[in-house]
């Protein structure tokens, strides 16, 4: 909310300066966002009179104005103008000889005696936009035809004014008006407040609009009056177009700006219709399905039992509390006007706008909660602005109760409010907040039982009390101190590794951690991943992050591609996250959303060298291999690689990762038909892991370290490319004796020597006994077992 | 220093002890008018000096020490004194003998070291190349920063909780006090996916880790009631909110803290967080100030500021973090009685402690995976 200080000063002035009177409300819950001067600074501009306007003798789009500056020039001034509306009569701000307006112009601008095309000129005929009170640059600033010639533009404008800007919480709807903040200021400083402005209306007139209000669950009280006779056309006074405008408020007509006006006064929102367009009586009710509404904005919006409205005999006229519509709005002809104030239930309110798509300020206030209390005086206070200001006869207020909310007592333990705040505020404190707020109260020696006055909603149980105090005594006031607690001892559980643990093992392999966003394009789930139904976001804010991703990968390949972009040729990226998938066997639980599953993964790819381009090893670019080794810093021992496809992976260079019977993960080379959507030059080789598994550290249960002597035999086996080197190995250990401590391949060779389409793979084996040296029978023995188990199974024969 | 000089040098010291020898050599003066022992030292010292390889050694050996040596010469010359003589005389030769043999050993291990130290220079290497091998990578500075929260919370015995991103309404907004339509729902715009959730209302992207203060007490509300124990937990995770642009990110990361008990109050709030925040900057010259604010779950609420007193940041109010005493009905949710038990919750943004912790102007920089700005937190 905006508005100027002088009007709020007008009801509460502590001895505070601006910047003392913004820190207050800011330190109240009230956050000052902005503080602006009313106008930049500048001097000796006065109110000058245009007197006589001749052209230039040469130049024709100038004007030479003589010009009255009162009692700052003995005779008027003649002065070189080329504003369009320079004329005769006319009232302007003149910028006298020696006037700086270097702070509105944005550089160092002097006013001085000056000759423009041979005529002398001495002074400055003014826009808004030279004083920088607006962007208007149309002409000459005109002011009102009785501003007092002379007089100092600062004082006559108010400019030596500030702006507030105010950030309102939802909770503080008793402060979106000034006078409302003026209540605030008062709580908080003391200060003295000035009575809310009255009038009194006598009615001339007896004419009332029927109106029947049929939900009382939409529309507690209800209250209008007839005015006839007004004159629309009538000028905003100058004192409410400039606290109108100061509020941010651009001035409309007469009829708009004294309803904003009073809105900004006392937060009332009130409706003004046409009654000239209104057919028959008013009903107050919910609208039905089908009913639709062209509103004041132009916009045609379809109603249905959720929304109420205000119909008269033909249509619906109005969107209850929020806006008005189209066909029954006043405009320069209005003649005869309808002035409405009711008090709309919050509930029946919020929520509502937003559903179209808009807002207003009407919806604000009343969503939070308006004062039922006030709606006769309020409307007194609109009708007699209107009157004053626009003519006109009034008929008599027609004002229905029909359901307004019951405020019921609310008490507040003395110990309760010290133990929640952690200060002993005294019972006498505490009544003096609650005076100072306007809240009514009793006391007994435990408790107050305070009645909230009709402009507060939010004081409807202990704490809200609770927190009155707390926001009136100061949070500065209250101190800061380190609780005292049980000091009981905690450990994480040695066999879980954390997650900062293994992102750690990640940094240690060469691979930097990324964020990536959960949602990415869909194209990506589809064609990259072969997800055919990604869970979709309602309103996604771009295309390209409009489905949730059920991989990691694609994100990591568009890491690559951006530092590729930017000439990196060696890029190792990491990422753990949640994906998402959809899954109808996931059910709601304590950690989990039926329907959902939502699983923590590590994902890396490898892009580029092996290692950085280097002096002492030759350049070799990044394979499955190297990036299978930098698993084993995270992998448990026991999973195995199984030749696999994936959509994303090369069909020949891709393997699950398999603990168990579950799939862990996956590792892989980029499939080719790839590289081209992430303008890669190679295949990166990418991986991705359920984290779970990754967590388990089983703690180290020792087995002694046998003292007999290890013996190691090499093997090449000769056997067909297809057969796997760990099905070879399998096969080997499960033919082999207990003693037979490991079989592990060290070698594999193609090429010369070898049959086409066979390899030779170099087998090491250990062998120890735990309680005796093996004899060399023993060593030949299962040399030869695990020899013809691999030539039974595989067809492997020994390389000689 | 030519290392081949120093050599010579340490050589020469080792093998003249010729004062000690001398005045050995003429215990009682008779050796004065006697010249030989002295001149055969200084003659092996300076053949033996001159030798540069083993072998020319050996063949400089035998000219003192051989058959026909000077050394042996002199005992062959002993034959004709008398036994008093012999024995004067003897004690003379055998020191000569001793000196000499200890100057030509000296003169072997010289130059055994010296062709030591020759085959050591030849394989000298730059050790000022780069070492072999990969590099190191890094974890996100963000991560950094939710990891340090972490480890300063613990050290008081918080717990950590994390759970589902995609997120029922309930747990998101209603448990929290903030029912549908509530006009504090428009505080936070929020993601919603094409799903529902088991009360029929469209599932979304948790706006905050708040949800996990509900189900992370649902899920200990018993050892609360039957064990006394608190709950005292932080919930870092990944969160999003409908606005992109140079301030705000669709997706960003908070940690939200609870601490629930008998008797943890506003005063204690603001204890732990300003505590917070001195260890997580490392500095005590910060101010923190708690300023009334609203959110629909907590009741005081308080907006967390704070300010440093150096550094480039130095005198500006900035916005660390919302917080304030648990609302009454959020208590009810987590399955307590808000009578007996109440406490704080605050909810804090990582990359902005990140950026102020590390001066980085510009949230888009955590999302982009630009491996220069990465680097700098390897």
């Known amino acids: 909310m905006q508005f100027s200080e002088s009007w709020l000063r007008s009801f509460c002035n502590p001895s505070l300066t601006t910047e003392q009177l913004a820190h207050a409300l800011t330190m109240a819950g009230l956050e000052v966002e902005e503080v602006t001067p009313a106008a930049p600074p500048f001097t000796q501009v006065v109110v000058g009179e245009i007197l006589t306007r001749e052209k230039h003798p040469n130049a024709d789009k100038l004007a030479l104005c003589t010009v009255n500056v009162g009692a700052w020039s003995a005779l008027p001034l003649q002065i070189v103008c080329g504003a369009p509306n320079a004329r005769v009569g006319i009232k302007v701000p003149c910028a006298l000889v020696g006037a700086d307006l270097s702070a509105p112009a944005g550089k160092p601008f002097l006013i001085t005696q000056a000759t423009v095309r041979s005529v002398e000129s001495n002074g400055m005929l003014c826009s808004a936009r030279e004083l920088g009170l607006s962007t208007d640059h149309g002409g000459l600033l005109e002011l009102a035809d009785d501003a007092p010639v002379g007089a100092d533009i600062r004082e006559y404008l108010s400019l030596n004014d500030s702006k507030f800007l105010i950030k309102l919480t939802p909770n503080k709807a008793d402060c979106l008006s000034v006078y409302g903040v003026a209540r605030e200021v008062h709580a908080i400083t003391g200060a003295p407040l000035v009575a809310e402005p009255v009038a009194s209306v006598t009615a001339t007139l007896t004419e009332v609009l029927p109106v029947k209000v049929l939900a009382p669950d939409l529309c507690g009280r209800f209250a209008g009056r007839v005015i006839r006779g007004v004159n629309a056309k009538a000028s905003t006074p100058a004192w409410m177009r400039e606290r109108l405008e100061k509020s941010g408020q651009r001035s409309i007509t007469a009829l708009v700006d004294i309803s904003n006006y009073v809105m900004l006064e006392v937060g009332r929102p009130t409706h003004v219709f046409d009654l000239d367009k209104v057919h028959g009586g008013l009903e107050v009710r919910w609208a039905k399905k089908g009913e639709s509404l062209k509103l004041l904005n132009g916009n045609t919006v379809a109603l249905d039992e959720n929304v109420g409205i205000l119909a008269d005999a033909q249509a619906v006229e109005s969107l209850a509390g929020i806006m008005g519509g189209d066909s029954t709005s006043v405009s ?6 309808y002035v409405e104030a009711a008090f709309w239930h919050p509930l029946a309110i919020q929520g509502r706008a937003r559903r179209f798509n808009f807002a207003t300020d009407a919806g604000h206030r009343f969503e939070r909660g308006v004062d039922w209390a006030t709606i006769p005086a309020h409307l007194d206070r609109i009708t007699a602005l209107i009157l004053e200001i626009c003519g006109g006869e009034a008929g008599p207020m027609d004002d229905q109760i029909i359901s307004i909310p019951e405020r019921k007592p609310v008490t507040m333990r003395i110990l309760r409010a010290q133990k929640v705040i952690g200060v002993a505020v005294s019972g006498d404190q505490m009544a003096s907040i609650f005076t100072r707020l306007g809240l009514t109260h009793t006391r007994s020696p435990e408790a107050f039982t305070v009645t909230a006055p009709s402009f507060r909603f939010d004081i409807e149980i202990e704490e809200d009390l609770i927190e009155e105090i707390a926001r009136i005594y100061g949070f500065d006031n209250i101190p800061a101190m380190p609780p005292l607690a049980r000091a009981v001892m905690r450990s994480q559980p040695e066999a879980q590794r954390s997650l900062h643990a293994l992102r750690a093992r990640m940094a240690s392999q060469d691979y930097f951690e990324v964020i990536n966003y959960s949602f990415v394009d869909e194209a990506w789930e589809r064609e990259l991943i072969g997800n055919p139904d990604p869970i979709k976001l309602l309103n996604p804010i771009a295309s390209q992050m409009a489905v949730m991703r059920s991989s990691l990968i694609p994100g990591m390949l568009a890491n690559i591609q951006y530092n590729a972009s930017h000439k990196a040729d060696r890029v190792r990226v990491f990422e753990l996250g949640k994906v998402f998938a959809r899954d109808a066997s996931v059910v709601d639980g304590a950690l989990s959303v039926a329907g959902i599953s939502q699983p923590l993964r590590l994902a890396g790819a490898a892009f580029g060298g092996a290692l950085p381009e280097q002096w002492a090893n030759p350049k070799r670019t990044t394979d499955f291999f190297d990036v299978k080794a930098d698993l084993a810093a995270v992998l448990p021992d026991d999973v195995r690689f199984e030749a696999a496809e994936h959509p994303l992976l090369h069909p020949g260079r891709s393997a699950r990762i398999v603990l168990g019977n579950a799939t862990l993960g996956w590792l892989g080379e980029l499939h080719p038909k790839h590289l081209a959507r992430f303008e890669l030059s190679s295949a990166p080789i990418v991986f991705e892991l359920d984290v779970a598994p990754l967590q388990q550290l089983p703690v180290v249960s020792h087995v002694a370290v046998s003292k007999q002597p290890l013996v190691r035999r090499d093997m090449a086996l000769v056997v067909t490319n297809s057969v796997h080197s760990d099905v070879l190995v399998t096969t080997m250990r499960a033919a082999a004796p207990a003693y037979v401590r490991g079989v592990e391949v060290f070698d594999v060779y193609r090429g010369a020597g070898l049959p086409d389409g066979a390899k030779s793979v170099a087998i090491r084996v250990l062998m120890q006994d735990t309680e005796r040296t093996l004899a060399d029978t023993e060593i030949e023995g299962a040399c030869q077992q695990m020899l013809s188990a691999a030539k039974q199974q595989h067809g492997a024969t020994l390389r000689t | 220093m030519d290392p081949g000089l120093r ?44 030798c540069d390889t083993t072998a020319s050694l050996e063949d400089a050996k035998a000219k003192y020490l051989g058959k026909t040596g000077a050394v042996t010469e002199l005992l062959k010359g002993m034959a004709a004194l008398s036994p008093e003589q012999k024995k004067t005389r003897g004690a003379e030769i ?17 130059l055994a070291n010296d062709s030591l130290n020759a085959k050591l220079a030849s394989e000298s290497i730059d050790v000022t190349l780069p070492g072999r091998g990969r590099g190191n990578g890094a974890i996100h500075p963000v991560m950094k920063t939710w990891q340090r929260v972490e480890e300063i919370f613990a050290s008081i015995g918080f717990d950590v909780a994390d759970g589902p991103e995609i997120e029922a309404d309930w747990f998101n907004f209603t448990a929290l006090n903030n029912p549908p339509n509530h006009p504090a729902r428009s505080m936070q715009d929020t993601f919603y996916v094409d799903m529902n959730g088991s009360d029929g209302l469209p599932l979304l992207l948790r706006t905050h880790t708040s949800p996990m203060q509900v189900r992370y007490a649902r899920m200990h509300a018993g050892d609360v009631t039957a064990k006394g124990k608190p709950i005292k937990v932080i919930a870092p995770g990944r969160t999003y909110r409908v606005d992109s642009d140079a301030t705000h990110s669709p997706m960003f990361h908070q940690v939200e803290g609870l601490w629930i008990a008998e008797d943890i109050s506003f005063a204690d709030l603001k204890g732990v967080y300003t505590d917070f925040l001195h260890r997580f900057f490392e500095t005590d010259q910060l101010q923190v100030r708690f300023r009334p604010s609203y959110f629909p ?16 940041l130095k005198g500006r109010w900035l916005e660390i973090s919302g917080s304030g005493q648990v609302h009454p009905s959020v208590v009810k949710n987590f399955g307590l009685d808000p009578e007996k038990y109440i406490g704080f919750a605050f909810g804090s943004g990582i990359e902005r402690l990140t950026m102020l912790r590390y001066g980085i102007g510009d949230l888009r920089l955590f999302f982009e995976g630009d491996l220069r700005f990465l680097k700098q937190f390897a």
């Open chain 1, 332 to 337: 320069l002809d209005t003649a005869n006007v």
């Open chain 2, 7 to 50: 050599r010579g040098d340490e050589f020469r010291r080792m093998c003249v002890p010729e004062p000690s020898l001398t005045q050995r050599a003429t215990p009682h003066g008779i050796a004065s008018s006697r010249e030989e022992p002295t001149g055969v030292i200084a003659a092996a010292l300076a053949d033996f000096a001159a």
């Open chain 2, 94 to 110: 055998n020191a000569l003998k001793s000196a000499v043999e200890a100057a030509l050993k000296a003169r072997r291990d010289a």
């Open chain 2, 297 to 312: 779950f907590t009741e005081p609420s308080a907006e967390i500021d704070m300010k440093f007193e150096s550094g480039p």
